[in-house]
């Protein structure tokens, strides 16, 4: 069965950073294009960042140059390295599998399956 579990939020100050991960079980994880997603209160889901097999990445334009987005075939695993955080980055963050036949990109309706979040916090 396909589970993907985030891990890594907290609370951060403006300017700092996060590191989150995302491990993956049940599935050829190196198959599959993975992206992540986030949800504030009261406002609709936001693409984030995605990461293809083969190792290219995009990100949406509100957090380009701030985030970055790897993955371990190895382990598994996808990271979201987060830095420079903003207030307005907070949110739920999901990591989530992309839709064939969609491409890699940062469109929120492309993602498919996804775990229960990380909660990211970004408050003085």
């Known amino acids: 069965q396909l589970q993907l579990v985030e891990s890594g939020g907290g609370l951060v100050q403006p300017g700092g950073s996060l590191r989150l991960s995302c491990a993956a079980s049940g599935f050829t994880f190196y198959f599959y294009d993975i992206g992540w997603f986030r949800q504030a209160p009261g406002k609709e889901r936001e693409g984030v960042s995605c990461i293809s097999t083969s190792g290219s990445t995009n990100y949406a334009d509100s957090v380009k140059g701030r985030f970055t987005i790897a993955r371990d075939n190895a382990k598994n695993t996808v990271y979201l390295q987060m830095d420079s955080l903003k207030p307005e980055d907070t949110a739920i963050y999901y990591c989530?599998?992309?839709?064939?036949?969609?491409?890699?990109?940062?469109?929120?309706?492309?993602?498919?399956?996804w775990g229960q979040g990380t909660q990211v916090t970004v408050s003085s």
């Open positions: 989530a599998t992309v839709l064939r036949p969609f491409a890699c990109t940062v469109v929120a309706g492309n993602f498919g399956s």
